[in-house]
Each structure stands twice: as C-alpha cells, then as structure tokens.
C-alpha cells in the first residue's frame, strides 16, 4: 500500500468516526482491557497497555463497526487523533491505563517490565539474487531488454568495452574481479 492511499484511507476513516465515541473512550471497561497472555509469542505476562495504546484499542473498536480492518490505516488514524487530542482526553485514558495497570498488578504480581535484548546476527550482507534483462557473462553477445521488451543485442568480444577507460583509484575494488566491474559499469551507463 503507498503512503498515498494509506493516507486516503486514514482521511475516510477519520472522517467516519465519531469522535465521541472515543473521547472520552467508550470501550472503558479494564477487565476487558488487559490483554490475555500471548502463550505462543512470550513466556511471561503481557506488558499492561499505555494510554496511547487504550485509545487505538477504541478506535480499533470503532473502525470494525465501520468494515475497516486495516491495521496501518487503524494505527495511523490513532496517532492523528491522538495528537490532537486535548490534554484532559489524554488524561482520561492515563486515568483508565493507571486503572488497568492496578488490575494487572493484582493479577501478575512481582511482575516487571523486562525487555530481551534481541540477538544480534554477525551474518554477512548477501547481496539478493535478481532476475535481469541482461547477460553479460559467460555468454557473448550481450542481450538486454528496452522498456518495450524488444531485445538490444551488443556484438563485442570484450566484455570490459563497457567499463570506462579511466577509474580512478578510489572506484576499484580489488575484491571485484574485471567481470564484475565490467557489468558495474555497463548498468551505470544505462
């Protein structure tokens, strides 16, 4: 989706939304508003909600009234209202999330915010693999493709007639072989 049309789809949403039924939030309840333990994603509790997050579980609520489920659009429109939201709405949702976090702490307690640090590959970058229009070695003659998919074909027996004649030191790499600049070269000048 393009930032185009997720912006199109938030001006919809929030022009479909009633403002009073998320400010003050009519989804208030806190039992129902503690998340359920996520067994198959983390070991322990869920991390109880911030003020923030109660007011997209509302406007969540009332996008699905509406026959909106995209999450993106959700979590956009969230995030304009919220930052024009007043400070006392804010404050109502603080005041629900100080209620929640209470109801949590009853349910889970001694339980503490611990992130896990994530593990950090030391894995090389691989270059992705990608399908081309152009053939450059081991076979000769080069065949490459315009817009309009009719095939350009370059007779030459060397393929380093693509690279410029001169590259100052600062562009070669030794741990390219000529091949590979060859074709470096051939797509720049393209």
Not at 49 to 58: E, S, V, Y
Not at 122 to 137: A, D, K
Request: glycine fraction near 2%; proline fraction near 10%.
């Amino acid at each position: 989706m393009s930032d185009s049309s997720l912006n199109d789809m938030a001006e919809i949403l929030i022009n479909q939304l009633d403002r009073r039924k998320i400010f003050p939030p009519s989804y208030n309840n806190p039992e129902e508003l503690i998340n359920p333990s996520k067994t198959s994603r983390s070991k322990g509790p869920p991390r109880p909600p911030n003020g923030f997050l109660l007011c997209r579980k509302n406007v969540h609520k009332e996008a699905r009234l509406k026959g909106i489920c995209n999450m993106r659009v959700i979590s956009k429109v969230t995030g304009m209202l919220w930052r024009s939201a007043s400070t006392e709405e804010k404050e109502t949702y603080e005041k629900l999330s100080a209620q929640v976090n209470n109801l949590h702490s009853q349910r889970y307690p001694g339980y503490k915010y611990r992130p896990s640090a994530r593990q950090k590959t030391q894995q090389p970058y691989i270059v992705p693999q990608t399908t081309t229009n152009i053939e450059i070695f081991p076979t000769l003659p080069i065949q490459i493709m315009n817009p309009q998919q009719q095939p350009i074909i370059y007779q030459t027996n060397n393929p380093l007639d693509f690279a410029p004649d001169f590259v100052p030191n600062v562009y070669q790499f030794s741990q390219f072989t000529q091949e590979e600049l060859a074709s470096f070269y051939y797509y720049l000048s393209i």
